[in-house]
């Protein structure tokens, strides 16, 4: 699919990215302001991979998300005001205030959930590729992780059962330089994190992760012959994150340079010039004010719903009946 | 002591698991095992046996060792409507594979508010006696019985290790079942029908007045032949089994010490942070308390790892002897 010359698909990708950015913006200023509590892994400046990503998949596909979750829940079409609602600790948020950012999931999505462990996701995307396989379906899994998630045990362990048994997962790695304060250069010897797919006799491919017609050409070949039986793949889609890691990030461990430089290379100003040709001004425009007013909205509706209650804490510790 | 029914017949402890494996897949497609050398080979311990030429390599699926992505792709398949066993080759090895466990498997239903469920079983053999020393001998289920989200099971019997798996295989959420690996060679009778145990069920294996003896795992059967030993000398004790550690069905241990006054534990795992700790918390929280005639007594494992020498292995951990003379200790002292 053409994001840049289609219409619709330039709309629809350009509408997902300003409402990543602006739902982050959004719930970086209420913990701010200390109305939201926790703690928050922003994905400011990576959006280009998750709404390049997700526009590979269709109805009935699954991801496994991180810790670094928001985007990927909104790409692949979650409901606002119930993510709100979740980081806002309310009864009506998608984990009934049990989750919060860092557990974020829409399971109606395929959203298997965000995962507070580094890498816990990629034997799960590796399972859930496998249940796909034994009922000889032809939904597709995108397990999305970090760079530094390629140097845990799980990744390998994932990646490898998913090769060995020709899964129809597709790895995406979200390389934005750092694992916290760890960069790739001191975590990795290899130049190209996409050299590991050869490790597990699987096709690896790195792109560039600010241009989402990269990502989205990239995983779309990965999900066609995911599809067609042809097993797992592993995208690096290399990215920069603006903000710190969480909210206790003093940014001690990287220039000021690097970050300027990376702003300049932002996802969303850069697909808005290449569209130009595509969508008018007041398209664009358009796609910024829907964002906007559907953040807004989002918080209006999470904030008049009720607080998530104490007295059914033990409710779903446990699984009732037949799951 | 169980009736011996005229559809039971006497199957080994490890032939009733094949069974109950093997009639759960017949009845549901997506139940399907996953585990190390479990194909072929049969299991490490001869658990699947010739499961894999009656449901295939699709269904009964060798894995490369890699504990972690194992219960991990059980987590995944789990979630995406499937229902995995897995086989961990030694119940030392969850260690492996403890984040799976612990923080997804027993974590997912809860922190997603109850939209997914994660219905999986995770079957490993624990204890001691085989001589296999400190990597491969423990008995861990305190580990698992203390994480809220996980069901643990320690089948004593072959009709329960049948019963029990069945009930673990239909139960949504995930199950870790203990089984002894010196009990995979004892016979029973168990039914031929898939009948399940309830989970969340002690069972009285026997009755007597002078004290309650409550044991685990292998220790169940020591305890009942310890029980026979008794009675010869006239020391009746009434011996219960939790079967199920989490969620622990107190209730019968309750009355049961209410009636006698007197509680013997038995665990073979080691005493400090063990199970038993847990049964004995219960017992002096509860209505029995005031009917105690002598302190609530604990028989564990010596809190050290199992050692290799046979003669220290054995003194590792309680044996018949030892329930004996603890017994008729807190019978006659107090
Ligand atoms: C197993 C594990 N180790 C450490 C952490 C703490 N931690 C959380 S996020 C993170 C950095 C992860 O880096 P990366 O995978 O590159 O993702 P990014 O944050 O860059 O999106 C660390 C060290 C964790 N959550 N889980």
């Excluded at chain 1, 710190?244 to 010039?273: C, M, T, V």
């Amino acid at each position: 699919m053409d994001l840049t010359k289609d219409a619709d698909a330039a709309r629809a990708t350009l509408r997902t990215m300003w409402t990543i950015r602006r739902f982050e913006e959004a719930v970086d200023d209420l913990f701010a302001r200390g109305l939201m509590h926790g703690t928050m892994h922003l994905s400011i400046g990576q959006e280009a991979v998750p709404a390049g990503a997700c526009l590979a998949l269709r109805e009935g596909d699954y991801i496994t998300s991180t810790h670094r979750g928001h985007g990927h829940c909104i790409a692949r079409g979650a409901r606002l005001d119930a993510m709100m609602a979740e980081l806002l600790a309310k009864e009506t948020g998608y984990c009934r205030g049990r989750g919060g950012s860092m557990h974020i999931a829409d399971v109606a999505t395929g959203n298997l959930g965000a995962n507070g462990i580094v890498a816990g996701g990629v034997p799960i995307a590796a399972g859930a590729g496998l249940a796909v396989s034994m009922r000889g379906g032809d939904e597709v899994v995108v397990s999305f992780f970090g760079d530094g998630a390629v140097n845990e045990g799980a990744w390998h362990e994932g990646v490898n059962l998913a090769a060995i048994w020709d899964l129809p997962v597709v790895f995406v790695c979200e390389n934005n330089h750092y694992g916290m304060s760890m960069s790739v250069g001191k975590a990795f010897k290899v130049e190209r994190l996409a050299e590991r797919a050869a490790a597990y006799g699987i096709p690896g491919v790195t792109v560039d992760g600010n241009d989402p017609q990269a990502v989205h050409d990239a995983v779309s070949d990965a999900v066609h012959r995911a599809r067609a039986g042809q097993g797992p793949s592993l995208v690096e889609a290399v990215t920069y994150r603006w903000k710190g890691h969480s909210k206790s990030d003093k940014n001690l461990y990287r220039p000021r340079e690097e970050i300027e430089a990376w702003r300049e290379q932002d996802p969303i100003a850069r697909f808005e010039r290449v569209v130009a040709a595509t969508l008018s001004e007041a398209d664009v425009a358009a796609c910024r004010d829907e964002a906007r007013d559907a953040v807004r909205e989002a918080i209006r509706v999470a904030n008049a719903a009720p607080d998530a209650r104490a007295d059914s804490l033990a409710d779903a510790v446990y699984a009732r009946g037949d799951a | 002591m169980t009736a011996v029914l005229p559809k039971h017949r006497t199957l080994t402890y490890s032939e009733a698991v094949r069974e109950a494996l093997a009639q759960a897949m017949e009845v549901d497609e997506r139940v399907f095992l996953l585990g190390e050398d479990i194909g072929t080979y049969g299991g490490a311990f001869g658990v699947t046996g010739d499961l894999v030429h009656r449901f295939g390599e699709r269904r009964v699926r060798d894995t490369p060792i890699s504990e972690l992505g194992i219960v991990g792709a059980a987590v995944g398949a789990a979630l995406a409507g499937m229902r995995p066993v897995v086989e961990i080759q030694f119940s030392d090895f969850t260690a492996q594979a403890m984040d799976q466990i612990v923080n997804q498997a027993a974590k997912i239903h809860f922190m997603l508010g109850g939209a997914a469920s994660v219905p999986m079983v995770l079957r490993a053999p624990g204890g001691s006696g085989t001589g296999a020393a400190a990597q491969h001998s423990q008995s861990l289920e305190a580990w698992f019985a203390h994480v809220p989200g996980l069901k643990v099971v320690m089948p004593s019997t072959a009709a329960d290790a049948k019963g029990l798996l069945l009930a673990a295989i239909d139960d949504p959420n995930p199950v870790i079942v203990l089984e002894h690996k010196l009990l995979y060679k004892q016979s029973g009778p168990v039914p031929e029908e898939a009948t399940r145990v309830r989970l969340g069920e002690t069972t009285v294996r026997r009755t007597g007045g002078d004290l309650t003896i409550v044991a685990t795992g292998v220790m169940v059967s020591r305890a009942l032949q310890a029980a026979e030993q008794l009675a010869a000398d006239g020391i009746e004790a009434s011996v219960l089994d939790p079967r199920t550690l989490r969620p622990l069905d107190a209730a019968p241990i309750v009355d049961s010490v209410t009636a006698t006054g007197r509680a013997l534990l038995v665990q073979e795992a080691p005493r400090t942070g063990g199970f038993m700790a847990e049964v004995a918390a219960t017992i002096v929280e509860s209505s029995a308390f005031g009917h105690l005639r002598a302190p609530v007594a604990r028989l564990c494992g010596l809190d050290v790892p199992i050692p290799y020498a046979p003669r220290l292995e054995r003194a590792a951990v309680p044996q018949t002897e030892d329930i004996v003379r603890g017994a008729r200790e807190l019978v006659t002292a107090w």
